[in-house]
């Protein structure tokens, strides 16, 4: 029986080694490998948030692209690790072919005593516009950190969206996802999907440009991969600049390439190849939230 082991602790600094665990997948799309077996041996404490995403993206993945018929897991450990999340019930209708459409559109965020978890779905079929994926967190934020000001609460929502909506404009993939989590002090953002990714994408509308460039654009104010469709190429843009401003931290796996923003240091290098994105922001929450982000596109505005 064919058979991967995924154990120790990822995080966003080392998720690269999961992805070279796991990239292989993408190589047997329509291959239909039977019996294959995934051994997920991971602590519960060690279980992060980015790999639980990158975990049910490549499962996922595997179902859907007919890559596996009739995988299996160590189901016990694999439902405890999911439900940190809330989505053991969507790995599991996965795994045993339940209403899988029906689960993921219901994913709701879920507030605990110190923190909260959003996962959200990113579909065209179920959020039909910006207002639907804001409208999805803006309670949920607001009455967490309800004893912040509101400039807290709007760059928040305002990174989310941003986040949000650029997988949703850009990915092909029906069930890209995003989970939100935080507390008192930081917010972290981690979204996932196994569609073109950033050079794929950016290919198009620039084609002679490398693909190191290409994701070094994407961060560029005013460069989209669709800007002849009304795109103005803020997204990705505002969201690093946020991150810069905050001291914060960003880091992007496509293709074959990692580009990390950590506090405000920029470096991009090669590494293990995802099909797709990987997004990871974190962010601190502070005061310095306060007008940021009127504060950015006035700064932006004098260079122009």
Not at 16 to 27: E, P, R, T, V
Not at 54 to 77: G, R
Not at 258 to 263: E, G, V
Request: proline letters at 2%.
């Amino acid at each position: 029986m064919p058979k991967i082991e995924v154990n120790g602790k990822y995080d966003e600094n080392n998720i690269s080694q999961l992805i070279g665990k796991l990239n292989f997948i993408f190589d047997l799309k329509n291959k239909k490998v039977n019996d294959y077996n995934f051994s997920i041996n991971i602590n519960t404490e060690d279980f992060t948030s980015i790999a639980s995403l990158v975990i049910y993206k490549s499962l996922a993945y595997a179902i859907d692209e007919f890559c596996l018929l009739n995988p299996s897991v160590n189901k016990e450990t694999f439902t405890d690790l999911f439900a940190k999340y809330h989505l053991q019930e969507l790995m599991l209708a996965y795994l045993y072919e339940k209403d899988r459409d029906k689960i993921y559109a219901n994913i709701k965020p879920v507030v605990k005593n110190d923190f909260f978890i959003a996962p959200h779905p990113i579909s065209r079929v179920d959020f039909k516009n910006l207002d639907d994926i804001e409208a999805k967190y803006y309670k949920t934020i607001k009455d967490y950190y309800k004893n912040s000001n509101d400039g807290i609460v709007d760059c928040i929502k305002t990174c989310i969206v941003e986040i949000s909506s650029n997988f949703h404009y850009h990915a092909t993939d029906k069930k890209s996802i995003l989970m939100a989590e935080g507390n008192a002090n930081r917010i972290e953002i981690i979204s996932v999907d196994t569609s073109e990714g950033i050079i794929g994408t950016m290919k198009k509308e620039y084609k002679n440009v490398t693909d190191k460039d290409l994701i070094l654009n994407a961060f560029k104010r005013r460069v989209s991969s669709k800007i002849n469709k009304g795109h103005c190429g803020t997204g990705l843009w505002l969201v690093n600049e946020m991150v810069t401003k905050l001291k914060g931290k960003l880091i992007l796996h496509t293709g074959g390439y990692i580009y990390r923003n950590i506090q405000g240091k920029v470096t991009i290098f090669a590494s293990s190849k995802w099909k797709g994105t990987v997004l990871y922001v974190k962010i601190p929450i502070s005061n310095d939230m306060d007008n940021l982000i009127e504060d950015l596109f006035t700064n932006e505005k004098k260079y122009i």
